[in-house]
């Protein structure tokens, strides 16, 4: 019995080391898949606008993005974020706020 105890202790600590390890080496340098690009830039609320609408991703270039799906840990005004994303060229949006993109993976800066 004390023998499977510990058996099952050591297993449960490499597993737990090994999903350590993994996620903590994806949050430095993610590679981009394929038609996914990497940019920086800044979460804005747009005035008198309201849902979805509102929210887009500036870059540093002025250049404004409607996002699909940003987590609602990044829907602050003034949010500096780092973040991969794929063009959705065939969607169109009613709210004209910008380029309609899919967000792969964020962060903040």
Known sequence: M???YGLVVVFS?????SLLSTSCGTCNKVKLQEGEFKASGIVKKLPNLQGSCAW????KDGKQY???ELPREFLVDGQKIKFHYLPVPDMRSKC???DIIKITHVKKR
């Open 96 to 98: 004209m706020t910008g």
């Open 56 to 59: 887009v991703v500036e870059t």
């Open 66 to 68: 409607q996002a699909l």
């Open 13 to 17: 600590f490499l597993v737990f080391v």
């Open 2 to 4: 004390k023998r499977e």
